[in-house]
């Protein structure tokens, strides 16, 4: 479970995130316009050009910024979807390279790699309260199937030695070794594979840092609009959120589509039906 929560905003609902992320700027914006009411009786106009000119770079760089961060969390989601598809051709091609294997070896690792397919599938319909416990129970179960997956390969009790005659390893062996191998790859890009928590303090810094310098302008000024207030903080407030969802090992925004585990299930599955009734 703590390998789940590598992140203190994790374990924040991401509703309650994006009110208070909203609450947050709107609360500096005021403070900021209250500063800027206090000093507007000493202000001259060169101060307020200068404070405007300030504010621009401040918000462009809160731009940049959020769009940096953005495509970092961009690419860990594409790095998921990638592992998904590759997990999904490996896991065909052991399933077909089971055929090789002698019975009762043939059908116990058929139906395993049915089963993981099955919990691969089902991890990523997880959502909502508990989500965490479930995910980890998930994995657990996993890297059990993986390991009697790995025995069948392996198989002491069978006098056949692991390589053939021409020095190569037995199919079936290595797609359970490439199985492995794509479990870790996944378990790194979805859990340990973050945005770092020093970019977030330093995101909602300069956030923090911008609304108050708007702020401040206004005040100096003594013209502010309520809505356009509300908007640049809702904005931006949507933004970060949208970042953190794509972040998080359990996504609530974004969904990745699992139908090629699907179909590789239900192609396991009629392939195992069409075989006990040919045996009948």
Same mark, same amino acid.
């Given at each position: 479970d703590n390998m789940l929560v590598s992140h203190f905003l994790d374990v924040i609902p991401i509703w309650a995130l994006l009110t208070g992320t909203i609450l947050l700027l709107i609360a500096f914006i005021e403070y900021g316009f209250w500063l800027g009411k206090k000093a507007q009786v000493n202000s001259k106009k060169a101060q307020t050009s200068q404070?405007?000119? !300030?504010?621009?770079?401040?918000?462009? *760089?809160?731009?940049?910024?959020? $769009?940096?961060?953005f495509s970092t969390a961009q690419s860990h989601f594409e790095a998921r979807v990638q592992s998904l598809a590759e997990e999904a051709r490996i896991a065909r091609n052991a399933f077909m390279q089971a055929d090789l294997l002698p019975e009762p070896r043939r059908s116990e690792a058929k139906l395993l790699l049915r089963e993981y397919i099955k919990l691969r599938a089902g991890m990523? @319909? /997880?959502?909502?309260?508990?989500?965490?416990?479930? %995910?980890?129970?998930? !994995?657990?179960?996993?890297?059990?199937?993986?390991?009697?997956?790995?025995?069948?390969?392996?198989?002491?009790?069978?006098?056949?030695?692991? @390589?053939? @005659?021409?020095?190569?390893?037995d199919p079936f062996m290595a797609s359970v070794l490439a199985l492995t191998d794509i479990h870790f790859t996944r378990v790194h890009s979805a859990i340990m594979n973050r945005i770092p928590l020093t970019i977030w303090m330093t995101l909602y810094l300069m956030a923090v840092l911008s609304m !108050?310098? =708007?702020?401040?302008?206004?005040? *100096?000024?003594?013209?502010?609009?309520? %809505? $356009?207030? !509300?908007?640049?903080? %809702?904005?931006?407030?949507?933004?970060? /959120?949208l970042i953190t969802d794509?972040?998080?090992?359990? =996504?609530s925004f974004f969904k990745i589509n699992n139908q090629l585990l699907v179909d590789l299930y239900e192609y396991m599955d009629q392939d195992m039906r069409l075989e006990y009734y040919e045996g009948e």
């Open positions: 404070v405007r000119a !300030i504010m621009g770079a401040g918000l462009g *760089l809160l731009a940049f910024m959020l $769009a940096f961060t990523r @319909e /997880i959502r909502g309260t508990g989500a965490t416990e479930k %995910v980890a129970n998930l !994995i657990k179960m996993s890297e059990q199937t993986q390991h009697e997956l790995w025995l069948l390969a392996v198989n002491p009790d069978d006098t056949k030695a692991l @390589e053939d @005659e021409s020095g190569r390893t !108050i310098i =708007m702020g401040y302008q206004a005040g *100096l000024t003594d013209r502010r609009s309520p %809505v $356009a207030t !509300i908007t640049l903080a %809702v904005a931006f407030s949507a933004v970060i /959120i794509l972040d998080r090992p359990i =996504m």
